[in-house]
C-alpha cells in the first residue's frame, strides 16, 4: 500500500520558485566584478535565471549536458547556477584559484561544452582555451560596455547572450535524481574527482542545513555568503537562503577584511559563512580600525579546524557567535554544525569553548559512526579517535566516471577520509585528516590539536604540525610557525606556552619559524607540500 501524497519533485527550480513567489521583493544584493553594488529581487532573479533557461535550451544544451563556471559570488553566477538547472543542465563550478593545468584538466574531465567566466578569469581562460577542445563558447559575465580585447574566438558578453531571450518558459521537466551540479574536490592525493549533486540532494540538503540547531536560516536574516559557489557546493546557501526567503548579500571578487568588512556593515548582515582564514583578516581589519559589526549575529567556520581563540574573540569582543562546521565536498557540504543542544545549555567559560571547539552534531539525514583500523565501532566517549564513517541522502556514493569502483562498504558507509572523537551527545571533533594524524611509537596524535593549542600564542599568526621521521619513535610532531607582523617569539617561549595544556608525549619536539604557510585552492594547509619542504629535518630530540 502506498501513501496517499502527491509525488512532488525535489527540484532546484521550485527552490527559486518558491522565494519569487512568498519573498518576491527580498533582495540579492551583489558587488558586481565592474565595480558597483547591484540589487535585485528574488522575483527579478527568477525571471532573469528563466531567460537564461530559454536562452540555453535555445543554444541546444540539454539534459544531463554540463557547463563549466569560473566565478566570483555575484547575482549573475547564481542565475547560470538556476538557469542551467532550470533545463536539466549541470553546472560545474571550478576552483579558479587551481593551477591552469588542473583547471583544463578538470574540465575537460567533466567534458563540459559551455564555459562562464567572470572578467578576473577571462586571462586564465585564455590562456588554457587549447587546451579545452570541447568548450564551443565562452560567456563572459559581463556587458557589451566592460567587454574586454581578448583573444578567444568564440565568446560573447552574457548581457547581450541573455538580451536575445526572454522569461516566457517554463522550467523543463527532470526527475529529482538528475544531475543538477558538479564540484571536484582538490584531489590533494591523485586527480581531482567529480562530485555529483541530485536535485534531490540539493533540496534536501537546503532544508537540513538551515534547520534551526544548524544555520537556523530565516527570512529576517541577511545572509552574506564569503565562501565561494566554487568551494564544495557554496555551503548549500545558494539554495537554504532562497528556500528561507533570506536576502542575500555576494561580495563578488572582493574578500579582503576591509571590503568584506563594508558590506556586512552597510548592508547590516545577521549572518555570514566563511573559512578561519578570512576571519582572521576581517578581525585583525576590525581591531586595527576599532570597528564593529553590530547587525551580526552568527557566523559559521568551517572548511578547516576554527581556533578556539577565534571563537573566543568573535564571542568576547564583537558579541557574535561562531558555529563551527565541518563537511566536505563529498557531503553536500554540511556534515556537522556547532549548536548548543540543552544538554550543554548550561556551559559557560572555557568549559563552553570545550563544546564550540569541537565540529557539533549533524542534522537529520546525516549518520556518522567512528571505526578503528580493523573497521570496530568505537564508543562515544569524546575520548577513542577512528576514522570518520557517515552516510545520507546527500553523502555521495562514487564520483563521476569512477561509478563502477568501490567507494561505500556494503552498507553505504562513506569513508571521509578524516579522523574524529564523537561525545556522548553526538558532537563531533576531528583530529586530523587520516594522512596527516602523527603516529608517535604506535600512539597517535592530533596536529590540529597541536596547531590550535599553538595559535593562541598571542605572537602566532598560522601555526601548522607535521610529522617527520623519528629513528626511536617513527614519527614526532614538528610545529612550523608564521608569526604575527612586528611579534617576537623563540622556541623555548612557544613550548613553555604549550607545556601543561597537552599531553606530555604530544609536546612537538622542535618548533622551526617561516615566513609563509602554504595553502590549498581551498584554503587549507598544504600538509602535503610541508611535508615535503622539512622530510630530510633532523629532529633535535632523535639520538641517530
Ligand atoms: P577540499 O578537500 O577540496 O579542500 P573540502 O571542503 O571537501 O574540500 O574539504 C573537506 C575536508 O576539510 C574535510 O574532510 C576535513 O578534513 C576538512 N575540514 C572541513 N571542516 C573542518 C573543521 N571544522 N575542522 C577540521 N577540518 C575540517
Redesign the pocket.
Known amino acids: 500500500m502506498f501513501g496517499s501524497m502527491q509525488d512532488w519533485p525535489l527540484t532546484c527550480n521550485k527552490v527559486l520558485d518558491h522565494a519569487a513567489r512568498f519573498h518576491k521583493n527580498r533582495e540579492i544584493i551583489s558587488r558586481s566584478v565592474e565595480g558597483p553594488i547591484t540589487r535585485q529581487t528574488y522575483a527579478q532573479t527568477r525571471d532573469r535565471a528563466l531567460a537564461l533557461a530559454k536562452r540555453l535550451d535555445r543554444y541546444g544544451l540539454r539534459k544531463g549536458d554540463r557547463a563549466a563556471t569560473l566565478a566570483w559570488n555575484t547575482v549573475r553566477h547564481m542565475e547560470v547556477w538556476y538557469g542551467l538547472t532550470g533545463i536539466g543542465a549541470v553546472y560545474h563550478t571550478v576552483n579558479p584559484r587551481l593551477f591552469p593545468e588542473q583547471i583544463s584538466w578538470i574540465i575537460n574531465h567533466a567534458e563540459d561544452r559551455l564555459l562562464f567566466v567572470d572578467l578576473t578569469f577571462v586571462p586564465i581562460v585564455e590562456q588554457i582555451i587549447d587546451q579545452l577542445p570541447l568548450i564551443e563558447l565562452v560567456i563572459i559575465l559581463t556587458d557589451t560596455g566592460h567587454m574586454p580585447k581578448t583573444s578567444l574566438a568564440n565568446c560573447v558578453a552574457y548581457e547581450d547572450w541573455l538580451a536575445e531571450s526572454d522569461s516566457d518558459f517554463n522550467w523543463v521537466d527532470v526527475d529529482e535524481n538528475d544531475a543538477a551540479g558538479m564540484c571536484y ?2 584531489g590533494t592525493t591523485g586527480n581531482p574527482k567529480g562530485v555529483v549533486y541530485s536535485h534531490r540532494s540539493n533540496v534536501l540538503h537546503a532544508f537540513q542545513s538551515s534547520l534551526p540547531d544548524m544555520m537556523n536560516l530565516s527570512a529576517k536574516d541577511r545572509v552574506l555568503p564569503v565562501v565561494p559557489l566554487f ?2 557546493n557554496g555551503w548549500a546557501l545558494a539554495f537554504s537562503a532562497p528556500l528561507n526567503g533570506a536576502t542575500l548579500v555576494l561580495p563578488g571578487a572582493l574578500m579582503d577584511g576591509e571590503s568584506i568588512y563594508e558590506l556586512l556593515s552597510t548592508e547590516k548582515c545577521t549572518f555570514s559563512g566563511a573559512v578561519p582564514t578570512v576571519w582572521l583578516m576581517l578581525i585583525q581589519y576590525m581591531q586595527r580600525n576599532d570597528l564593529y559589526l553590530p547587525d551580526l549575529e552568527r557566523v559559521v567556520i ?5 581556533p578556539r581563540s577565534m571563537t573566543k574573540a568573535f564571542r568576547d569582543d564583537y558579541g557574535v557567535e561562531v558555529m ?7 557531503l553536500s ?1 554540511i556534515g556537522t554544525i556547532c549548536s548548543m543542544k540543552p544538554e550543554y545549555a548550561d556551559l559557560e567559560g572555557e568549559a563552553w569553548l570545550d563544546i564550540k571547539e569541537t ?1 557539533g552534531h549533524p542534522p537529520f539525514g546525516v549518520e556518522m559512526k567512528i571505526v578503528d583500523d580493523e573497521n570496530k565501532e568505537l564508543p562515544w566517549n569524546g575520548a577513542a579517535f577512528g576514522r570518520l564513517l557517515v552516510r545520507g541522502p546527500c553523502v555521495t556514493r562514487s564520483y563521476y566516471k569512477l561509478e563502477g569502483e568501490q567507494f561505500v562498504d556494503e552498507e553505504g558507509w562513506f569513508d ?3 579522523v574524529a572523537t564523537i561525545d556522548e551527545w553526538g558532537y563531533m571533533q ?1 583530529t586530523d ?1 587520516s594522512k596527516d594524524v602523527i603516529k608517535s611509537g604506535g600512539e597517535w596524535i592530533s596536529s ?1 590539536d597541536l596547531e590550535n593549542l599553538a595559535i593562541g600564542h598571542p605572537a602566532v599568526a598560522e601555526a601548522a604540525v607535521i610529522g617527520v621521521k623519528h629513528s626511536k619513535w617513527d614519527e614526532r610532531p614538528l610545529l612550523i610557525l608564521m608569526l604575527s607582523d612586528e611579534e617576537e617569539a623563540t622556541r623555548d617561549e612557544i613550548l613553555a606556552y604549550m607545556d601543561g595544556k597537552i599531553a606530555k608525549w604530544w609536546m612537538p619536539d622542535d618548533v622551526v619559524f617561516v615566513d609563509e604557510i602554504p595553502h ?1 585552492a ?1 584554503g ?1 594547509i598544504k600538509k602535503v607540500a610541508l611535508r615535503e619542504q622539512f622530510k630530510d629535518y633532523k629532529l633535535p630530540s632523535d639520538p641517530t
Open positions: 574536490t582538490s568551494h564544495a568551517g572548511g578547516s579546524a576554527c563551527h562546521a565541518w563537511g566536505m565536498t563529498e557540504p565540529a571521509t577520509g578524516d576531528i585528516r590540529i590549498t581551498t587549507k
